[in-house]
Antibody, heavy 119, light 111 residues
Framework: EVQLLESGGGLVQPGGSLRLSCAAS????????MSWVRQAPGKGLEWVSG????????YYADSVKGRFTISRDNSKNTLYLQMNSLRAEDTAVYYC????????????WGQGSLVTVSS | QSALTQPASVSGSPGQSITISCTGT?????????VSWYQQHPDKAPKLMIY???NRPSGVSNRFSGSKSGNTASLTISGLQAEDEADYYC???????????FGGGTKLTVL
């Protein structure tokens, strides 16, 4: 069974930084693309970023481009999201998900990690 | 990119069928087969229910089906059950720097 476990969320001040991690198990991690999707409190889903299986290609939503960096360490079966210059509007639960690179769907998803940007 | 348009809420009685619509444009939903649907129960992670417009992943009940006509995709749930009560989100590929867009979500209430 594939399991994805996010960590690293918490409270950060506006302008601050945070790094999320997503530990994967139950799959050959290095053969799958991965993504981050977020959900603001009481709101809908928003795709944030995606990365190819090798890590050589990355994609970002316009809302986070230049501030967030996605990466992966296939030797550790772990996905990362480095978030800089955080804003109040970045407050959300961040989910990592296995991403079908060809058909643009996500399954399965992790349980999520809450990031709160507030002074 | 604008989000896809979904009704805020739908409802139905046990055993009935309901349909949730997801309207995009000729540049996203209307142009590609890459429409998927997710179910999310309160305080839980989303779960993939339909991909590529009408394909069901292994383990998803055949009461769930998807279709598309023009710029609008639809999710139909037949034989409604209490456990189907959840939020449902559609998503689509879009040929822009923001690769994937979601609908605003639809809350399904089973009466």
């Amino acid at each position: 069974e594939v399991q994805l476990l996010e960590s690293g969320g918490g409270l950060v001040q506006p302008g601050g930084s945070l790094r999320l991690s997503c530990a994967a198990s139950g799959l050959i991690f290095s053969t799958y693309a991965m993504s981050w999707v977020r959900q603001a409190p009481g709101k809908g889903l928003e795709w944030v970023s995606g990365i190819s299986a090798t890590g050589g290609t990355t994609y970002y939503a316009d809302s986070v481009k230049g501030r967030f960096t996605i990466s992966r360490d296939n030797s550790k079966n772990t996905l990362y999201l480095q978030m800089n210059s955080l804003r109040a509007e970045d407050t959300a639960v961040y989910y990592c998900a296995k991403w079908d690179w060809n058909d643009y769907w996500f399954a399965p998803w992790g349980q999520g990690s809450l990031v709160t940007v507030s002074s | 990119q604008s989000a896809l348009t979904q009704p805020a809420s739908v409802s139905g009685s046990p055993g009935q069928s309901i349909t949730i619509s997801c309207t995009g444009t000729s540049s996203d939903v209307g142009a590609y087969k890459f429409v998927s649907w997710y179910q999310q129960h309160p305080d839980k992670a989303p779960k993939l229910m339909i991909y590529d417009v009408s394909n069901r992943p292994s383990g998803v009940s055949n009461r769930f089906s998807g279709s598309k006509s023009g710029n609008t995709a639809s999710l139909t749930i037949s034989g409604l059950q209490a456990e189907d009560e959840a939020d449902y989100y559609c998503s689509s590929y879009t040929p822009s720097t923001t690769l994937i867009i979601f609908g605003g979500g639809t809350k399904l209430t089973v009466l």
